[in-house]
């Protein structure tokens, strides 16, 4: 398992273009791979931190970093860490400060027998960290007070001849795990809906 980061330069025609759709990026990402060698889903996610955008990848296989930075920001230079080590010290009990990206949404169900019920995305503030604290035991980790919001609201681009829209938080603070294999899960799968658009990257450091 591999964690990648690249700095995207915003004075890239490349970049800029990437950051306004995900459907760019995920292209871009799939083709820094060779045929077959992206085993299981990728995660990412843009991050903005300290005036700088940089774009954070989650593979089973160490991507091309030179295919990545010629596709999305040419200026630009990535690293790899192998996540291997840390994912096979995880224990019950630990502590970590976390980030994650997600897609906060409920389902609305149909009065019609057998047909599923709608998705919603989550709307106020209350109701994303109300998401993310009811959906923390099924990943494995438990939060408390010290969760925050940092960013919210709806992001959205077009895609053929209509725009598509999601719901979108990005969290913060310190985390708990309380059951080491869901949450394993949870970092090299991901939390929620809509991956492919860049959504449900947990990354966490040691506090």
């Not at 077959?36 to 991507?63: C, H, V």
């Not at 970093?65 to 994912?87: A, C, I, V, W």
């Amino acid at each position: 398992m591999f964690l990648s980061r690249i700095e995207l330069n915003t004075n890239d025609l490349e970049a800029k273009r990437a950051l306004t759709s995900p459907q760019v990026i995920h292209a871009a990402l799939e083709a820094c791979f060779e045929e077959n060698a992206a085993t299981g889903r990728l995660l990412w996610r843009i991050d903005r931190l300290y005036g700088k955008i940089y774009l954070l990848l989650f593979s089973a296989m160490p991507p091309n970093l030179t295919e990545m930075s010629n596709r999305l920001s040419p200026s630009s230079t990535g690293e790899t860490k192998d996540y291997s080590g840390f994912l096979a010290q995880i224990q019950a009990g630990q502590s970590f400060r976390f980030r994650l990206k997600a897609n906060p949404v409920h389902s609305v169900g149909s009065r019609e027998y057998g047909v599923r019920g709608k998705i919603y995305g989550h709307v106020t503030i209350e109701q994303k960290r109300a998401w993310l604290v009811n959906k923390a035991k099924s990943c494995g980790f438990e939060t408390n007070e010290s969760l925050e919001i940092t960013e919210a609201g709806q992001v959205g681009f077009k895609k053929k001849s209509h725009r598509v829209s999601f719901s979108m938080a990005v969290y913060e603070g310190f985390l708990t795990v309380t059951d080491r294999e869901l949450f394993i899960k949870s970092l090299t799968q991901g939390i929620g809906r809509a991956k492919a658009y860049g959504f449900g990257l947990l990354t966490v450091a040691h506090i």
